[in-house]
């Protein structure tokens, strides 16, 4: 099995692709070893002295640091990914699942319209250069002209998260939908 790396823009997180499918639907962000509980894999990374976070998208599997050179983490990190996908185990125990979950979207019914349009403007033009990147980003509200948007994986912490959201994503929000006025992180 040979498992691909690539840099994202956050120097914190590495990019795993094994070449494989990981989250046949949905992603997930796991942000310390609690939460790894509810996967054999990132409860295996979690064990990796240092390892700050995982998530799990499509076909990629991200992995954030503290401080420290990749070279000493990239050698465990690349061996529990393999192990972990020789073995054949689910990638999430029965009772975890993907974090997406719109319950908690907010908006007011007369702006139906306009979440609609934000939505797939985010599912067909963000979501998958923000995953190329190794992270993703969700829809969370929308109010008086501000849309609220969470970025999880590599784009959580990222130095350059807030020029992504302020120049990239509110600049191509604002050309489609003009009633926009600013886009914030949640």
Not at 15 to 22: A, Y
Not at 125 to 152: C, E, N
Request: hydrophobic share 40%; with cysteine; aromatic share 8%.
């Amino acid at each position: 099995m040979f498992i691909e790396t690539e840099p994202t823009p956050n120097p914190n997180t590495l990019k795993f692709l094994p070449g494989r499918t990981v989250m046949p639907e949905g992603t997930l962000d796991i942000r310390d070893a609690k939460a790894a509980e509810q996967s054999a894999l990132a409860h295996a990374l979690f064990s990796i002295d240092g390892v700050t976070g995982v998530f799990f998208g499509s076909d990629f599997v991200s992995v954030t640091k503290d401080d420290g050179d990749w070279s000493h983490y990239k050698p465990a990190i690349l061996g529990a990914i393999m192990e972990h996908f020789m073995s054949g185990a689910p990638l999430v125990h029965a009772a975890g699942g993907a974090v997406e979950d719109d319950s908690d979207e907010f908006y007011d019914a007369d702006d139906e319209e306009t979440v609609d349009t934000i939505k797939e403007l985010l599912e067909s033009r963000v979501r998958p250069a923000v995953a190329g990147d190794g992270g993703d980003i969700t829809f969370k509200g929308y109010r008086g002209g501000v849309v609220y948007l969470s970025m999880r994986g590599a784009c959580a912490g990222c130095p350059s998260s807030t020029a992504t959201l302020k120049h990239g994503i509110e600049n191509l929000l604002k050309h489609f939908v003009p009633s926009i006025q600013a886009v914030e992180q949640v």
